[in-house]
């Protein structure tokens, strides 16, 4: 809210880490396997029969549903909440001739064919980025934390930077585009930043500095909402959370389990050292920068910078130490069979490697990738 000093954001602070995902979905039809603008006739249908009415989003582009959950204690709640969701959402989209595909991008699909949601928010978005936001045919998971205390709002953000490499390698599934292998891990994610206000936040120290921002940002017309404010982390004041958005789609509901789990995690440890007074490694912004692009170019493969002092490391090791020294705050918190699972991507191979075994496998046919998304979606449900 604006005051005589300027903007003032409350951040509506939550006793509890609480927890609350956000997972976006594109609809395929069953037969050609391409994008199909179906969202307002699912959701129409879908609402009714709901165990919770408005667990199901519109975003975007007509192509798109968003399944979200209430506001959860535990990663188990919040996998409970999601699949309760789309076993209502599932049959539905039967019935419509669509299945649920759960990618960073899709293989093959046209921009030129998708349609926008109604409503003057989607359409002034378009307007402000033309070609960039029509480009926009990406999926991810937002995970939302609950911290108590805005003071720390800022320092957890920085400290949690450090790990973003290891949620985008593992949760990488983006790496073709337009019938083209891109030879990258998330394509997603460096097409995401081309809008103006994604990509990587700025490090801020306190929250004061956080809210002299937003209000250059809204003096400017940058921004007319704090919600158009796109960073991969970002603090969501209304909520009392800070929102991880750094994940592609996920089709595999373990990985889902997995990649929650560690965000809970890190979360709850970051702002827990800092109440405790200590003063969490945060890495400077070109060092974050360079480790993004490792994470989308590599995936599982990326050599990541770990400490300021430029060490590296391949970042499937580091995945191994950090699950270890998380385990006590996954027992604190009751998702330690789900943070387990963390280990078990790299075996199987995260979606991007196993959309490219596919596309291998089948000489190249991307309408089979598609199918093994919507498969894994399905036997996980």
Known sequence: MWNAAGVRIDFRASARPTLGVEWELA???KQSRDLVNAASELIGSVETRLPHPGRVHRELLRNTVEVVTGI?????????DLRASLAAVVPVADELGVDLFGGGTHPFASWTAQQLSDGHRYEELINRTQWWGRQMLIWGVHVHVGLPEPARVMPVLSGLLTYYPHLQALSASSPIWAGVDTGYASNRALMFQQLPTAGLPFQFETWAEF????QDQLTTGVIDDLSEIRWDVRPAAHLGTLENRVCDGISSVDDLAALVALSHCLVV?????????ERVATMAPWHVQE?????????????VILDADCSERLVTDDLDDLVERLRPVAEQLGCAAELEL??????????????RAV?????????????????????GL
Do not use: H
């Not at 993004?292 to 050599?303: E, F, N, T």
């Open 27 to 29: 609809l395929v039809d």
């Open 72 to 80: 959860c204690d535990t990663v188990g709640d919040a996998m409970a």
């Open 211 to 214: 809210e002299r921002f937003a």
């Open 269 to 277: 440890d970051l702002d827990t050292r800092i109440a405790a007074g």
């Open 291 to 303: 480790n993004k692009w490792r994470a989308a170019r590599y995936g599982l493969d990326a050599i």
């Open 342 to 355: 963390v280990g078990q991507i790299p075996g199987r191979g995260a979606s991007y490697q196993r959309q």
């Open 359 to 379: 596309a291998e496998q089948s000489g190249g046919d991307l309408v089979a990738v598609v199918d093994s998304v919507v498969r894994e979606l399905r036997d």
